[in-house]
Nanobody, 125 residues
Framework: QVQLEESGGRLVQAGGSLRLSCVFSGRTFSWHPVGWFRQAPGKEREFVAAINWNGGRIGYADSLRGRFSVSRDSAKNTVFLQMNSLKPEDTAVYYC??????????????????WGQGTQVIVSS
């Protein structure tokens, strides 16, 4: 069984920065990529970023590239999402997720079998 827990979300002013963390349990998942997604009220869940097991492969949503960056501390089963120059439209619940297989990679939410509860980010204008 795997558990994921996000943290770091809070209210921040536009232009500010936040770093979200995702800690997951389960040694067998250390080799899995981790994805970040977000869901704003009334909108579909959307891909934010993904990182493979050693940080050698990283992907971003095109619209977020340059403002967001993802990193990983594999020894601690922790993944970070650094968000800079935040905008009100970044307001959402942010989730981290793991795919079922270590070979899975992609931006589609259906590829990911295990999800955290999410952390709320609110960006005020």
């Amino acid at each position: 069984q795997v558990q994921l827990e996000e943290s770091g979300g809070r209210l921040v002013q536009a232009g500010g920065s936040l770093r979200l963390s995702c800690v997951f349990s389960g040694r067998t998942f250390s080799w899995h990529p981790v994805g970040w997604f977000r869901q704003a009220p009334g909108k579909e869940r959307e891909f934010v970023a993904a990182i493979n097991w050693n940080g050698g492969r990283i992907g971003y949503a095109d619209s977020l590239r340059g403002r967001f960056s993802v990193s990983r501390d594999s020894a601690k089963n922790t993944v970070f999402l650094q968000m800079n120059s935040l905008k009100p439209e970044d307001t959402a619940v942010y989730y981290c997720a793991l795919p079922r297989e270590s070979s899975d990679w992609g931006t589609e939410f259906w590829r990911y079998a295990y999800w955290g509860q999410g952390t709320q980010v609110i960006v005020s204008s």
